[in-house]
């Protein structure tokens, strides 16, 4: 401790600063975005940096050299935790190295800005400004060695850096021994891959992103034995009566960015979506439905053509050979049906042009194939393709040369954050009063898309195309806004800093199907099982682990966020090492004591567990 009694005022105002500012921040990251089930590892871990920081750290401060290179220091740990802030604030993840390496980031500094960086954050950065201002308030030459090659070290200081080493050494091995201890005593593999959270209780960030890196260049995957579908699975079947015309056209409208809410949601005495609103209550309408959005929009696509929940920490269409998985357009295929495939952006973005061949589409129209001359709207292209009123347009080409049955399914573009993407000559005055530009961008955009599908379910009347076809449109996410005005968050009340469940609509439509109300709470996961319902199938894939939203009891939904949630009867837990918390519910059930039933976890964790192996086992080899 002498070292630190030997600093000037300022000095130690530099060493408290620093100390404080990354306290707290490496806390917040373990504890809020990490969620670790153990304190004691924290407490370990604090106790480490602050010895690490006396002994070795702080005798730096005597030189600017060395208060230089600890603001530099901090700078980049406050970057990167800010990184992981800011992704966890969308996607309810930590940052990881998969994350990093993706490719897909087209308006992302625009939508960072707009969607998801507030006020508040500035607080993680003040502590960087009272290190600078110390360090220019600094006098030339006012300390001996001030810019000096080296501070050089005592004798007498040796002895005790030693012992504090020897400490710090026994700390970390004492912490990793029995944080482990306390989590069941796994491998750090068995950690990595059962819980991400656990991993850093036990042995910490950069240990995780190092492994992550070690994961991603070394690992040999030869090894992976393909899973047993769980037996339950197999024995949800259907029950084969049909409810619409066989051999009907199926078209599938995947909506960017629909809340829930918007349906019948007005502003000034306009509807957000008339035509929506308008097929509602024609259609079978799912209440409690919620999506899948764990690493990203893809995952939508992922769910509804395979029936499989996303697993954190996996780009399937660029890491895994969707040859191995069952899938709806292959089944489809299979009974006669074209398969065809449209999205108005690059083919390339979320490696659909590799995914959706590999699935079972015959056709997959996308950027490329759309033409820009030929274009109603007066607005240029940008980062996102096409917009929806011209991609839907010339779509109805495709379809009407396209071989009956056919099974279409269509990714809209406009309403996608920063929502800007919308025709200047369309914009409804009705939103005019709305001050906070995001908000308004989004209610113009996701107008302009309503009056968009309007036009392409009239066209398809036109050209005899709508009469014999399911219509099925949902969306792959909420728009994740939250302002005074209006906010797309689901009313849950959650103890921990979890995402919340994303509540989207879904609507079914066919002439022959008698409009009503779906109460049976489901996901994305569950649409390819409920259009094989819908058509008669007597039997589901055994790769899908979806479930009919027609038929069968509320069961557990399931979330494999980095901590997995299991959302049931309206309340939501979250799995840690096979044991469940619950953590929330929807506000207007907060008076209702609900349980996982042991027979329910028991299905959840094996689920999980299939799932984690199925996506391992199918990854592709990397050259």
């Known amino acids: 401790m002498q070292g630190l009694n030997n600093l000037t005022k300022k000095q130690k105002c530099f060493a408290v600063t620093f100390l404080l500012g990354f306290l707290i921040k490496y806390n917040y990251l373990l504890i809020q975005i990490f969620n670790v089930p153990s304190f004691t590892g924290v407490i370990f871990k604090n106790l480490v940096f602050i010895l690490f920081s006396v002994y070795f750290l702080f005798p730096m401060l005597k030189i ?11 700078s980049l740990f406050s970057l990167f935790f800010l990184a992981n802030l800011w992704y966890n604030r969308y996607f309810g993840n930590y940052l990881s190295v998969v994350d990093m390496a993706r490719s897909e980031a087209g308006g992302s500094s ?3 800005f707009s969607h998801i960086i507030n006020y508040w954050d500035l607080v993680f950065i003040v502590d960087l400004i009272l290190l600078a201002a110390f360090l ?34 026994l700390l970390l091995i004492i912490q990793v021994f029995t944080t482990n201890l306390l989590l069941n005593n796994k491998t750090a593999p068995e950690l990595y891959n059962r819980s991400t959270s656990g991993f850093v209780n036990v042995y910490g960030v950069i240990p995780l992103y190092l492994y992550e890196l070690y994961e991603s260049v070394y690992v040999d995957r030869s090894y992976a034995v393909k899973p047993e579908t769980p037996p339950f699975l197999l024995a949800d079947e259907l029950d084969g009566e049909a409810l619409i015309e066989e051999d009907s056209n199926i078209i599938v409208i995947q909506v960017e960015s629909l809340d829930e809410k918007l349906l019948g949601y007005e502003h000034n005495e306009r509807q957000l979506t008339p035509f929506l609103n308008e097929l509602k209550e024609d259609s079978l309408y799912a209440e409690n439905f919620y999506t899948k959005h764990v690493n990203g929009s893809f995952d939508a696509d992922f769910s509804l053509l395979t029936s499989l929940y996303p697993v954190n920490r996996t780009d399937t269409f660029k890491n895994n050979d969707m040859t191995e998985f069952d899938s709806l357009a292959r089944v489809l295929g299979k009974q006669g049906y074209e398969t065809l495939a449209f999205h108005g952006n690059d083919k390339r973005f979320f490696n659909r042009h590799l995914a959706y061949p590999e699935l079972g589409f015959d056709e997959f129209y996308s950027r490329e194939d759309f033409s820009s001359a030929d274009r109603v709207m007066e607005m240029e292209e940008g980062y996102l393709g096409i917009n929806d009123y011209d991609f839907f347009k010339q779509s109805l080409d495709y379809l009407a040369e396209a071989d009956s049955p056919f099974f279409a399914y269509f990714i809209t573009v406009t309403s996608h954050t920063p929502f800007s993407f919308y025709p200047d000559d369309q914009t409804i ?18 107008s302009f898309v309503d009056k968009s599908l309007e036009m ?30 209006y906010s797309s968050s689901v009313d849950f009340k959650l103890d921990k800093n979890v995402k919340k469940p994303e ?9 022959e199907l008698e409009a009503g109300t779906i109460e049976k709470t489901g996901t994305i996961t569950d649409l390819a099982p409920t259009i094989l319902d819908i058509m008669g199938a007597e039997t589901k894939p055994e790769g899908f682990i979806g479930s009919s939203l027609l ?35 929807l506000e207007d059930r907060r008076e209702e004591k609900v349980e996982l ?3 329910e976890k028991d299905k959840v964790l094996d689920i999980m567990e299939y799932l984690r192996k199925k996506i391992l086992v199918t990854e592709r080899a990397q050259n």
Not at 570 to 578: A, K, S, T
């Open 551 to 585: 038929k069968g009891e509320e069961a557990p939904v399931i979330f494999m966020h980095e901590l997995p949630q299991v959302l049931y009867k309206d309340h939501l837990f979250v799995e840690q090492l096979g044991e469940f918390e619950k953590i929330g519910y």
């Open 64 to 74: 600017k050299k060395g208060r230089i290179f600890l603001l530099l220091i901090l």
């Open 136 to 169: 220019f308030k600094d006098k030339q030459g006012s300390i001996s060695n001030q810019f000096g090659d080296r501070l050089p070290i005592k004798k007498s200081q040796k002895k005790p850096r030693v012992l504090a080493g020897v400490v710090i050494a």
């Open 503 to 511: 509540h989207i609509p879904l609507l079914i439509k066919h002439p």
């Open 110 to 112: 625009k939508v960072l």
């Open 429 to 446: 005055e009705a939103y005019s009063d709305i001050e906070d530009q995001l908000l308004h961008d989004f209610f113009q955009s996701i």
């Open 597 to 599: 039933p042991t027979k």
């Open 456 to 485: 392409f379910i009239e066209g398809l009347a036109e050209k005899g195309l709508k009469e014999d076809t399911l219509f099925v449109i949902y969306s792959d996410h909420d728009a994740s806004i939250d302002t005074p005005e």
